[in-house]
């Protein structure tokens, strides 16, 4: 099943580059999420929905736009599957 999102591997690079000190408990699902294009991938027994929504959870103490426009992403795919607002697919198509 395709969906219509931006790979989440692009959401965990805008992450880093965002995030100076990421937090140690969200650190290994955010590390997943680079290995993941799609909200329906698997990363070794878990989904990606799984490791998206294990990150979310952990990601509490990174705040700041970024953080809230991507969480705020996320969690609608997790929810829809999908994602066609355009505003962090631009920043992450230009490598930010």
Do not use: C
């Amino acid at each position: 099943m395709s969906t219509n999102h931006p790979p989440l591997n692009s959401y965990a690079r805008v992450i880093v580059n965002d995030w100076d000190k990421v937090s140690p408990y969200a650190e290994p699902y955010l590390d997943a999420m680079f290995t993941l294009k799609d909200i329906n991938d698997e990363y070794i027994f878990d989904s990606g929905r799984s490791v998206v929504g294990y990150f979310l959870a952990n990601a509490r103490t990174w705040r700041g736009e970024t953080a809230r426009r991507v969480k705020l992403e996320l969690n609608h795919i997790l929810k829809h599957g999908s994602y066609k607002d355009e505003s962090i697919t631009q920043e992450m198509a230009h490598g930010s």
